[in-house]
């Protein structure tokens, strides 16, 4: 299995300058290469790697970035191309790859050589061909058997460095149940971020605090002079705060998506359109601020990576429609309470709309040609007499 560590690297003062030279070497070879893209025809990412020996010779600055940096280079333009190819082919409206300035391209890559982790007195260090040993903070040990496969180096518009480690694992992830017997349905919201058929309703993160340090700072930078020395303080200033906002966010969701997928044998969530819910008018900061996407695609990484079932279901529907006898019913968005006028079945919203998205991602994953023992009907509340807590 492939994963991704993150460390935070402690580089010197001259370190830190040839980090910095070494991402806008790269950033210009990137404009090069883009320029050529856009002049010449059948290029492509072998056919324009091949060309940067030759180039070393009249660009010789080029002899202290590492080979494999200045390949991932050009790979990284074409894998941008395709990127835009295949978001067109969806039938985006896209444009044309853009030139590279200062500022906007922050990380290059070493794959495969030209990395090596090294214990110096005891402190992990990390060497990249070109620049020498860099000090990091290895606050997490890597598993016994992995093999690193590519180190990327970033720099955070914080201004702090980070090294993300891509390793391989020789095992494989664990077999999915045969018949899930630990099943959970999730209804996702902004007042209760997740609400699940067990019972669990989880709060949203109050992240209020932290936004107003945000606004805060973005009004002092608002009033500094673009691009003076002030300007650059407060920049960082409103950098670290939005760094702020981001870790806490992506903690919650981490350790949200992992009691998930560690806890059930199958999860079923809804198939929301993320990027489309945070375009429609009205209440769309508190949507992004939800990072739904960001949640269900770190719960189907843990899922596939704790051998755990995970079904994405059309969400149409899931709040109207009564989990006991599937009659549809109109409700506001201030009712929060489901009552059925068919059957009588009571439950809150939230729960109501988790069991039939329980409901429907057993019966998906029975469609798709698995046993028939699944037990469907744990997907289906029985007691109408008692409301859903």
């Given at each position: ?13 001259a370190l830190e300058q040839q980090l910095a ?14 320029h050529r893209l856009n002049h010449t025809d ?348």
């Amino acid at each position: 299995m492939n994963y991704n560590y993150r460390y935070r690297l402690r580089p010197s003062d001259a370190l830190e300058q040839q980090l910095a030279w070494t991402v806008d070497t790269c950033r210009q070879v990137y404009n090069h290469f883009l320029h050529r893209l856009n002049h010449t025809d059948d290029t492509s990412a072998y056919s324009e790697q091949k060309l940067l020996p030759s180039l070393k010779t009249w660009w010789n600055d080029l002899k202290n970035v590492h080979s494999k940096v200045l390949q991932k280079v050009v790979q990284r333009l074409y894998d941008n191309l395709s990127t835009l190819r295949g978001r067109k082919e969806d039938g985006y409206r896209v444009g044309t790859l853009k030139w590279k300035p200062p500022g906007e391209y922050r990380s290059f890559t070493y794959s495969q050589s030209g990395f090596k982790l090294k214990n110096t007195s005891g402190r992990t260090r990390l060497w990249l061909s070109k620049l020498g040993e860099i000090p990091l903070t290895f606050h997490r040990d890597l598993p016994d058997d992995a093999e690193i496969k590519t180190v990327t180096v970033k720099q955070e518009p914080t201004g702090k460095w980070y090294a993300i480690l891509g390793v391989e694992t020789p095992d494989d992830p664990p077999e999915k149940p045969e018949n899930p017997e630990r099943c959970v349905g999730i209804d996702v919201g902004i007042l209760k971020y997740a609400h699940d058929t067990n019972g669990t309703a989880v709060e949203s993160l109050d992240l209020s605090d932290e936004r107003e340090r945000l606004e805060r700072a973005q009004r002092d930078l608002s009033r500094k002079e673009h691009g003076s020395a002030n300007w650059e303080r407060q920049r960082r200033v409103v950098a670290e705060r939005h760094a702020d906002l981001k870790q806490k966010r992506r903690d919650f969701l981490h350790k949200l998506s992992n009691y998930y997928a560690t806890e059930y044998d199958l999860v079923a969530v809804e198939d929301l359109d993320a990027k489309g819910l945070v375009e429609l008018p009205g209440n769309s900061r508190n949507r992004a601020g939800a990072a739904w996407g960001t949640f269900l695609r770190m719960l189907e990484c843990k899922c596939e990576r704790e051998g755990t079932h995970f079904v994405g279901v059309n969400p149409r529907g899931t709040t109207k429609e009564c989990a006991s006898c599937g009659v549809s019913t109109d409700k506001p968005l201030w009712v929060r309470e489901h009552s059925c006028p068919a059957c009588g079945f009571k439950a809150d919203r939230d729960a109501n709309a988790a069991w039939n998205v329980l409901s429907r991602g057993v019966k998906k994953r029975l469609g798709a040609g698995r046993s028939e023992s699944t037990p469907v009907e744990t997907a289906l509340p029985v007691d109408t007499s008692v409301s859903a807590k």
